[in-house]
């Protein structure tokens, strides 16, 4: 059957008998003719050939006739619209099937949608991870801090400071979850306006109700036996005489 022709030959041996030839032979036959197994379109093909070539193999006639509607939920957004067309644009002249180009729009989409969950899982760890890191840092009066360094931050208006938190660090974190810049802006804030944790007594400035604090906190330290020294609020109380004394020393002397 090879009639010397050693390249045949070898694709012959792979077969036990004639018949196994005849009915392999038959069988690939029929995944032509079912269009499983189909000729690849020439170099020069004429624009009539690969008209005939897209419509058998499921090639939409233009790029923008591919139908784009993904599975699941997922959604191609506003800003990707460019990038799609872009990448049809490209399947197209590949001549991509429908098939194939939805498969890989549904991987690309639901990759987008892992990663940013996964983002989203990292951002909510950062968060916890520095509230729990300034929080042991900073004790009762966390959140004071922090809405310090909120409240010098909308001075340069809501819009940039949201911009702003939710830029990220080189790491990839949120510049909102780094603890190093929640520092830096409560210390900033706190340099600008010593006085800013203090919330001002009626008819009193925040200084002069620091002061008042302070020397209510003096006095009560004179009683060695008193809630300043010992009870529940002792340690509350030594904390915040430190802090007043901390706070006032920032404060431009006249």
Same mark, same amino acid.
């Given at each position: !059957?090879?009639?010397?022709?050693?390249?045949?030959?070898k694709v012959l041996d792979r077969y036990a008998s004639p018949e196994a030839v005849a009915e392999a032979l !038959?069988?690939?036959?029929?995944?032509?003719?079912?269009?499983?197994?189909?000729?690849?379109?020439?170099?020069?093909?004429?624009?009539?050939?690969?008209?005939?070539?897209?419509?058998a193999n499921n090639v939409p006639?233009?790029?923008?006739?591919?139908?784009?509607?993904?599975?699941?939920?997922?959604?191609?957004?506003e800003a990707d619209k460019p990038i799609v067309e872009g990448f049809l644009k490209t399947a197209h002249a590949k001549n991509w099937s429908q098939d194939t180009v939805k498969e890989g729009l549904t991987w690309y989409?639901?990759?987008?949608?892992?990663?940013?969950?996964?983002?989203y899982q990292r951002d909510a760890e950062g968060k916890r991870a520095v509230e729990a890191d300034l929080r042991e840092e900073f004790g009762g009066e966390y959140k004071r801090y922090v809405?310090?360094?909120?409240?010098? !931050?909308?001075?340069?208006?809501?819009?940039?400071r949201d911009a702003l938190m939710q830029a990220r660090m080189p790491d990839g974190t949120l510049v909102g979850a780094n603890p190093k810049a929640i520092r830096w802006l409560v210390n900033t804030a706190l340099t600008l306006n010593p006085m800013a944790t203090i919330?001002?007594?009626?008819?009193?400035?925040?200084?002069?109700?620091?002061?008042?604090?302070?020397?209510?906190?003096?006095?009560?330290?004179?009683?060695?036996?008193?809630?300043?020294?010992?009870?529940?609020?002792?340690?509350?109380?030594?904390?915040?005489? !430190?802090?007043?004394?901390?706070?006032?020393?920032?404060?431009?002397?006249?």
């Open positions: !059957m090879a009639k010397g022709n050693e390249k045949a030959r !038959m069988h690939a036959r029929d995944k032509i003719a079912s269009g499983q197994l189909r000729q690849p379109l020439k170099a020069d093909a004429s624009p009539e050939e690969i008209a005939e070539y897209r419509a006639e233009a790029p923008d006739k591919y139908d784009t509607s993904l599975p699941d939920g997922l959604v191609i957004g989409y639901s990759e987008q949608n892992r990663q940013a969950e996964a983002q809405a310090v360094a909120d409240e010098f !931050m909308l001075q340069a208006g809501e819009d940039f919330t001002p007594a009626a008819n009193s400035t925040s200084l002069q109700t620091a002061q008042t604090e302070l020397a209510n906190l003096i006095k009560e330290s004179g009683d060695r036996s008193g809630p300043y020294w010992k009870g529940p609020l002792a340690q509350q109380k030594q904390a915040r005489h !430190m802090e007043l004394n901390r706070l006032l020393e920032k404060v431009p002397k006249k």
